[in-house]
T-cell receptor
């Protein structure tokens, strides 16, 4: 069964910490995405990547960076975690931008 | 700017009835429209994709329509079951291989036995 795996299901971090969220897909997909989901705001795109070492800003990139050194892995980095980054983070991948996405199970991050 | 509207109020229906969810979009000319299901605390799961030149698409008890004139998609679940209770998200998309999806906020469906 094809999969997108996010490294942590729940994470608690302190304000100011550098946080790494990892995502791995086993489908050889070109495109990978990071979203955050908050009540009342829906899914919002943070960053995406359509190739190794390529990245594009989404709608809310401030406070985040990403890394894609290998095709199967897309990392989201919170440079200095803040309480307003407490959220559910979802990684997704797809072979072509118009095809259905496969999502991971999500990481619920709490910044205290 | 591009806008996607789904009914934010929960839809409550009786088991066995047909559920109909609406997705409207503005400032958009999508080539495709996708529908996803999301259960609480989980990632969305892809259900169906319909192309702009398709009026209707079916998959088991699911039916999706796509009206590019009205800028609207309807998502139907026939013979609904309590297990269909979830939040359903729509996402119009372009035809680019490197495109990104922007999602509607979703409509929560509650099917009562």
């Amino acid at each position: 069964d094809v999969k997108v795996t996010q490294s942590s299901r729940y994470l608690v971090k302190r304000t100011g910490e550098k946080v790494f969220l990892e995502c791995v897909q086993d489908m050889d997909h070109e495109n990978m995405f990071w979203y955050r989901q908050d009540p009342g705001l829906g899914l919002r795109l943070i960053y995406f990547s359509y190739d190794v070492k390529m990245k594009e800003k989404g709608d809310i990139p401030e406070g985040y960076s990403v890394s894609r050194e290998k095709k199967e892995r897309f990392s989201l980095i919170l440079e200095s975690a803040s309480t307003n980054q407490t959220s559910m983070y979802l990684c997704a991948s797809t072979q072509r931008g118009w095809e259905g996405y496969t999502f991971g199970s999500g990481t619920r991050l709490t910044v205290v | 700017s591009q806008k996607i509207e789904q009914n934010s109020e929960a839809l409550n229906i009786q088991e066995g009835k047909t559920a109909t969810l609406t997705c409207n979009y503005t400032n958009y000319s999508p080539a495709y429209l996708q529908w996803y299901r999301q259960d609480p605390g989980r990632g969305p799961v892809f259900l169906l994709l319909i192309r702009e030149n398709e009026k209707e698409k079916r998959k088991e008890r699911l039916k999706v329509t796509f009206d590019t004139t009205l800028k609207q998609s309807l998502f139907h679940i026939t013979a609904s079951q309590p297990a269909d209770s979830a939040t359903y998200l729509c996402a119009p998309s372009g035809s680019s291989n490197t495109g990104k999806l922007i999602f509607g906020q979703g409509t929560t469906l509650q099917v009562k036995p």
